[in-house]
């Protein structure tokens, strides 16, 4: 078990999932503390927001450098509460939150910059409309465990450059990497109360909901993400919800088995198949079937299963038991339903008591547990499918629609079937790796969630939208303001008619008696 949460004084130990070493103790903080933090981070903000942008650009770019001179520490303190392997933190930590901030210091000025609205109706031509985009003020943001450093920062770093102030709930079970991440922006130059870390459960999680936050981003399960919406929409409180996946990869028979099946095996596996954008249901073409299974049996045998620590290792332990135990229960449903075990299946407790062996199975339909919830866990699911229809029925049998992948040497082939499944993003020949465009915009459909983080689509949900309009003729009172009568009721019809009416001969009407120089018409 990676860590315990004591009920009755609700303490934390945060420990190493591969060798079960407590890391650290920490009490959860209560309302009242939540409430606190929430104080401070409102009366930082407007601070923080009337610094230039030039300025809290600087205080970014110094992060990215900070960052990058420290990326082996970090990357050893993620490994250390979620097992991962370093090399994998190093990409999927350290390189994603690098080139956020690539992104942000490109991106930013172009982004809050006031924008003109053009008016395009003739009534409104002598208005001026602009677009403003303006902090929420506080955002809080809630967080998992899978991705500790890199889920919080990069929505933080979004939030920090738009003038927000920040307060980050890390998953109970990882706030290590949440705490480094305070201190890499503390030292960068951001005010110590303009980003702030609250450790604790989801006690301390729903206190932060329920603090007067301007917005909440919040990233985890569909079962905590309907509770928080549910809190959220008695505050009327605005919510991104970044939740659960359960992604389909379809393989056509037109794709290289060598490269297809090297994909599958990473896409499933990477960070022990704890990935919300892991491959977790595979449908292969039936023509390549068993060539497809053979060969990821083959390298999945090659896979080196130990302590994240270990640069040799490829696939770590599970982050606690409760997760091991769900991959166990959808393996066994799947095999007493007629799946065929390929490789895996087991647990290796001679390195640890969270290690599971990468597993592949044959055979599932999608009565079977494993091709219906997230399973988050090292297995991939594997079913034959005849033709391209039946693929895209399948991978839209879900409730979940975060990602989606599509394996072919046609691309044309490939976009076209994108277009048909229901996700947030689909990739073609690649998976889970959309997760490192800083450019393109992540989240999901259906049960996967609500808004976007990431790209520009990420940075429109740290601001408010105002909108400005100014009068360009002050000095002159507006026809429509009152003196309501058969003669404005003319020149309106007269207007609509020579804006909206079809025909010549309509619209010169319209303007005539819109100028009051024919007062009848003959219909
Ligand atoms: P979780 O829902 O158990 O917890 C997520 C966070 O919510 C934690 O910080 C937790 O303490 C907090 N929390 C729990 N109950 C709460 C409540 N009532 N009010 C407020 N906060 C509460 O999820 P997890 O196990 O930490 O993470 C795994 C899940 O996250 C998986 O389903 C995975 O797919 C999903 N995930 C989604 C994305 C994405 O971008 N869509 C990314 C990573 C993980």
Same mark, same amino acid.
């Given at each position: 078990?990676?860590?315990?949460?004591?009920?009755?004084?609700?303490?934390?130990?945060?420990?190493?999932?591969?060798?079960?070493?407590?890391?650290?103790?920490?009490?959860?903080?209560?309302?009242?503390?939540?409430?606190?933090?929430?104080?401070?981070?409102?009366?930082?903000?407007?601070?923080? +927001?009337?610094?230039?942008?030039?300025?809290?650009?600087?205080?970014?770019?110094?992060?990215?450098?900070?960052?990058?001179?420290?990326? +082996?520490?970090?990357?050893?303190?993620?490994?250390?509460?979620?097992?991962?392997?370093?090399?994998?933190?190093?990409?999927?930590?350290?390189?994603?939150?690098?080139?956020?901030?690539?992104?942000?210091?490109?991106?930013?000025?172009?982004?809050?910059?006031?924008?003109?609205?053009?008016?395009?109706?003739?009534?409104?031509?002598?208005?001026?409309?602009?677009?403003?985009?303006?902090?929420?003020?506080?955002?809080?943001?809630?967080?998992?465990?899978?991705?500790?450093?890199?889920?919080?920062?990069?929505?933080?770093?979004?939030?920090?450059?738009?003038?927000?102030?920040?307060?980050?709930?890390?998953?109970?079970?990882?706030?290590?990497?949440?705490?480094?991440?305070?201190?890499?922006?503390?030292?960068?130059?951001?005010?110590?109360? &303009?980003?702030?870390?609250?450790?604790?459960?989801?006690?301390?999680?729903?206190?932060?909901?329920?603090?007067?936050?301007?917005?909440?981003?919040?990233?985890?399960?569909?079962?905590?993400?309907?509770?928080?919406?549910?809190?959220?929409?008695?505050?009327?409180?605005?919510?991104?919800?970044?939740?659960?996946?359960?992604?389909?990869?379809?393989?056509?028979?037109?794709?290289?088995?060598?490269?297809?099946?090297?994909?599958?095996?990473?896409?499933?596996?990477?960070?022990?198949?704890?990935?919300?954008?892991?491959?977790?249901?595979?449908?292969?073409?039936?023509?390549?079937?068993?060539?497809?299974?053979?060969?990821?049996?083959?390298?999945?045998?090659?896979?080196?299963?130990?302590?994240?620590?270990?640069?040799?290792?490829?696939?770590?332990?599970?982050?606690?038991?409760?997760?091991?135990?769900?991959?166990?229960?959808?393996?066994?449903?799947?095999?007493?339903?007629?799946?065929?075990?390929?490789?895996?299946?087991?647990?290796?407790?001679?390195?640890?008591?969270?290690?599971? &062996?990468?597993?592949?199975?044959?055979?599932?339909?999608?009565?079977?547990?494993?091709?219906?919830?997230?399973?988050?866990?090292?297995?991939?699911?594997?079913?034959?499918?005849?033709?391209?229809?039946?693929?895209?029925?399948?991978?839209?049998?879900?409730?979940?629609?975060?990602?989606?992948?599509?394996?072919?040497?046609?691309?044309?082939?490939?976009?076209?079937?994108?277009?048909?499944?229901?996700?947030?993003?689909?990739?073609?020949?690649?998976?889970?790796?959309?997760?490192?465009?800083?450019?393109?915009?992540?989240?999901?459909?259906?049960?996967?969630?609500?808004?976007?983080?990431?790209?520009?689509?990420?940075?429109?949900?740290?601001?408010?939208?105002?909108?400005?309009?100014?009068?360009?003729?002050?000095?002159?009172?507006?026809?429509?303001?009152?003196?309501?009568?058969?003669?404005?009721?003319?020149?309106?019809?007269?207007?609509?008619?020579?804006?909206?009416?079809?025909?010549?001969?309509?619209?010169?009407?319209?303007?005539?008696?819109?100028?009051?120089?024919?007062?009848?018409?003959?219909?």
């Amino acid at each position: 078990m990676a860590v315990a949460v004591d009920i009755a004084v609700r303490r934390i130990h945060v420990t190493n999932p591969a060798t079960g070493e407590v890391l650290r103790d920490f009490e959860c903080a209560d309302a009242a503390q939540v409430q606190g933090c929430v104080n401070r981070a409102r009366a930082a903000q407007p601070g923080w +927001q009337a610094t230039s942008l030039k300025q809290r650009l600087a205080i970014l770019g110094k992060f990215q450098q900070l960052l990058n001179d420290r990326k +082996q520490h970090v990357a050893n303190l993620v490994t250390s509460e979620t097992g991962k392997p370093v090399a994998e933190a190093l990409l999927t930590e350290i390189l994603v939150v690098l080139d956020t901030a690539r992104f942000l210091l490109k991106e930013s000025y172009e982004f809050l910059k006031e924008q003109p609205v053009p008016h395009g109706g003739l009534a409104t031509r002598t208005k001026k409309g602009r677009l403003l985009r303006e902090p929420y003020g506080v955002i809080g943001i809630i967080s998992p465990w899978n991705y500790p450093f890199s889920i919080p920062a990069c929505e933080a770093l979004a939030a920090l450059v738009t003038g927000n102030a920040v307060v980050l709930k890390p998953s109970e079970l990882t706030p290590l990497s949440a705490l480094e991440l305070g201190s890499l922006l503390r030292d960068a130059g951001v005010p110590g109360n &303009a980003f702030q870390v609250v450790i604790g459960d989801g006690v301390t999680g729903a206190a932060l909901v329920e603090s007067g936050i301007d917005k909440l981003v919040f990233t985890g399960s569909v079962a905590t993400g309907k509770r928080i919406a549910q809190m959220a929409a008695a505050r009327l409180l605005p919510v991104v919800l970044e939740l659960g996946g359960k992604d389909p990869m379809i393989v056509l028979e037109d794709a290289d088995v060598d490269v297809v099946s090297s994909g599958a095996v990473w896409g499933a596996f990477v960070n022990a198949g704890q990935t919300c954008l892991s491959v977790e249901r595979c449908y292969v073409h039936k023509s390549i079937y068993e060539n497809f299974l053979s060969a990821c049996v083959e390298k999945i045998r090659q896979l080196r299963v130990g302590n994240g620590m270990d640069a040799e290792t490829d696939i770590g332990p599970l982050i606690h038991e409760r997760q091991l135990r769900i991959l166990e229960e959808h393996i066994e449903d799947a095999l007493s339903r007629g799946a065929r075990l390929l490789t895996g299946g087991e647990r290796l407790k001679s390195i640890g008591s969270n290690f599971y &062996a990468p597993t592949v199975l044959a055979d599932v339909n999608h009565q079977m547990r494993i091709m219906r919830e997230e399973t988050f866990g090292p297995v991939l699911p594997v079913m034959a499918f005849d033709s391209d229809a039946e693929a895209v029925r399948l991978a839209n049998d879900s409730e979940y629609g975060l990602a989606a992948s599509v394996w072919t040497r046609d691309r044309a082939r490939g976009e076209q079937i994108a277009r048909q499944i229901q996700a947030g993003t689909v990739m073609i020949n690649d998976a889970v790796s959309c997760f490192g465009i800083s450019e393109a915009p992540h989240g999901g459909v259906k049960a996967s969630g609500i808004g976007r983080t990431h790209g520009r689509l990420g940075l429109e949900e740290m601001v408010r939208i105002k909108y400005i309009d100014s009068d360009l003729l002050p000095g002159v009172k507006k026809p429509w303001w009152y003196g309501y009568g058969p003669n404005l009721t003319k020149a309106v019809e007269g207007f609509l008619d020579f804006q909206f009416a079809r025909g010549l001969t309509a619209r010169i009407k319209g303007a005539l008696r819109s100028s009051g120089l024919v007062t009848r018409t003959r219909r």
